[in-house]
C-alpha cells in the first residue's frame, strides 16, 4: 500500500468516526473488565484507549474484577477456594486476600492511568482517577443452606457522588467491594457492580471487556446486535453457551431493561476492539439494546440528505437516474429506508400509476459495505407487500446493470408497454434501461 492509499484511508477512516465523536462527547459510558485483562502485558493498550475516550470528552466510570489475583494469594496461603452456585463463598482468610488484591490492582490501574511520557499515547494527558466507597453492599446471606459469610451484593451505588466527580473530568475508578452502613467489607462482582453504577447513572453505555468471545450464533459467527427478546431467547434456548457468555447476556440485559441505552460486549484480547466498538458503524462486538438500532421504515423529510448521499454515488456511474433535492423533497412520501445507527444504508421507492393496479418500483440501492446481506430483499419484500396492501397486481421496474438481479427474486422480462403511462413518455431510449415485471398475488 502507498503511503497516498495509507492517507487516504486515514483520512476516510477519521471523517466516518467524527459523527461518533460528536455524539459520545458529555455521556458516560461505564466499562467493566476483570482482573485478566490487568495481568496481560498488553494492559497499557486499553488503558492508552481509555486515556483517547477520556481526552473525546467521554465521562468514564471503569469498573475492575480481580479474581486472577484473589486466586494467587489464596493459593499462596494455602487456603481454600470454595465456590457455590457460581459464587465464591468469602471466609475470613479470603475477605483478607480479596481486599489486598482489589487494593494493588486499583493502585496499578490508577498508577497507569497517570502515566505522563512522551511519545505515548498518554503524553500529556494529565488524568484525575478518583476511587472511594461509592458502593453500598449487603450479604448474600444463607441461601439453601449455604452461608456465603462475606460475600455480598450491591445494595445501592451513591450515583449523586459519581457524578460529581464525573463533571469535574475526572475518571471514577470502582472495586469489586462494597461497604456496609455498619462498617462491614463485602466481596462482590465486579459485573453486578458495574450494572448497578450504569442502571444509577442511566449511562450511555455498559462496555463488558470479556475474556473470551462474545455471543456467537449456531454457526459461530459474530452476533454483532441482539433486541432485549432476542437477548432472552438466546439465554432460555438449548444452546450450550459458555458460563462468562451467560453472565455478560444477563447484566447487559439487565442494565437495558434499567434505562442503559446499549450494552456492548467485546473480546477484550483484540487489541483496539474499544475503539472499533465504538467509534465505527458495525462495531466489533455484541450490542444488546432495547431500541432499534438497524429499522426498515418509512422515509420522512429530513432522510433526504441521507438518501441523496446514499445515491449520489450509483448516479455517478449511471445505475439509478439522477434525482435532485427539491424532486426528492416532493417525492419522499413514497420512499422506504433501511436506517442503520442514525445512517440510511439502504432506500427503495413505490410510484404507483393512474391504474390503481399498477406500480413502479424505483431507486432500489443499498449502500457498497452492506451489498449481499439481505437488504434489498428485505427492502422488496416491504414494497410488494405495501403494493399488494393497496391493490396493485403488477409491479415494473427499469434497470441497466441490475437485471439478473431482479430476475432471481421472480421479475420478468417486458417491454415498454408495461410501463406506467407517464413513465412511457418519460422513457430514456439514451440510457435504453429493461424492462422487468412482476405480479404480486
Not at 200 to 216: C, D, N, S, T
Not at 228 to 243: F, G, V, Y
Not at 249 to 255: R, W
Not at 303 to 310: A, S, W
Amino acid at each position: 500500500m502507498t503511503h497516498k492509499d495509507l492517507h487516504r484511508q486515514f483520512v476516510e477512516s477519521f471523517r466516518h468516526s467524527a459523527p461518533y465523536i460528536h455524539a459520545h462527547r458529555g455521556r458516560t459510558f461505564v466499562l467493566v473488565f476483570g482482573g485478566e485483562a490487568v495481568a496481560d502485558p498488553q494492559f497499557f493498550n486499553l488503558v492508552h484507549d481509555i486515556a483517547l475516550l477520556h481526552s473525546l470528552g467521554i465521562r468514564l466510570v471503569l469498573v475492575h474484577g480481580a479474581r486472577p489475583q484473589i486466586e494467587s494469594r489464596l493459593k499462596a496461603r494455602k487456603a481454600k477456594l470454595v465456590y457455590a452456585n457460581g459464587l465464591r463463598i468469602t471466609d475470613n482468610a479470603a475477605l483478607a486476600c480479596v481486599k489486598e488484591a482489589a487494593g494493588c490492582v486499583r493502585v496499578e490501574i490508577e498508577a497507569l492511568l497517570s502515566m505522563g511520557l512522551s511519545n505515548t499515547p498518554m503524553s500529556g494527558a494529565h488524568i484525575g482517577v478518583t476511587s472511594g466507597n461509592f458502593v453500598v453492599a449487603r450479604p448474600l446471606g444463607v441461601r439453601d443452606g449455604i452461608d456465603y459469610q462475606h460475600t455480598g451484593e450491591v445494595r445501592r451505588i451513591d450515583g449523586e457522588a459519581i457524578r460529581q466527580h464525573l463533571a469535574d473530568r475526572r475518571i471514577v475508578l470502582l472495586s469489586p467491594l462494597g461497604y456496609s452502613p455498619t462498617g462491614e467489607v463485602f466481596n462482590l462482582s465486579a459485573g453486578e457492580i458495574a450494572t448497578a453504577a450504569a442502571a444509577e447513572l442511566q449511562a450511555e453505555k455498559l462496555v463488558i471487556m470479556a475474556e473470551g468471545k462474545p455471543p456467537r450464533d449456531s454457526r459461530r459467527r459474530l452476533i454483532s446486535q441482539l433486541s432485549l427478546d432476542e437477548s432472552t431467547k438466546l439465554l432460555e434456548s438449548r444452546r450450550r453457551l459458555p458460563a462468562d457468555t451467560k453472565r455478560h447476556l444477563q447484566h447487559a440485559i439487565q442494565a437495558c431493561r434499567h434505562g442503559v441505552r446499549r450494552a456492548h460486549i467485546l473480546d477484550r484480547s483484540i487489541n483496539g476492539a474499544l475503539l472499533l466498538e465504538l467509534f465505527t458503524r458495525d462495531g466489533h462486538g455484541t450490542l444488546v439494546t432495547a431500541e432499534t438500532y438497524e429499522g426498515l421504515r418509512a422515509a420522512n423529510i429530513d432522510d433526504v440528505g441521507g438518501i441523496l448521499e446514499l445515491i449520489k454515488p450509483l448516479e455517478d456511474k449511471g445505475v439509478l437516474v439522477r434525482r435532485s433535492r427539491e424532486r426528492l423533497e416532493i417525492e419522499i412520501a413514497h420512499f422506504l429506508v433501511i436506517e442503520r445507527d442514525g445512517m440510511i444504508i439502504a432506500c427503495a421507492a413505490l410510484y404507483p400509476s393512474d391504474k390503481n393496479t399498477l406500480a413502479e418500483l424505483a431507486c432500489l440501492a443499498v449502500h457498497a459495505d452492506y451489498q449481499g446481506t439481505g437488504r434489498g430483499d428485505a427492502l422488496l419484500q416491504k414494497i410488494e407487500d405495501r403494493a399488494a396492501r393497496t391493490g396493485i397486481r403488477k409491479l415494473v421496474v427499469l434497470t441497466t446493470q441490475s437485471a439478473h438481479w431482479f430476475r432471481e427474486r421472480g421479475f420478468l422480462p417486458g417491454n415498454k408497454s408495461d410501463l406506467p403511462v407517464k413513465k412511457k413518455d418519460l422513457y430514456n431510449y439514451q440510457r435504453n434501461s429493461k424492462v422487468f415485471f412482476k405480479l404480486l398475488n
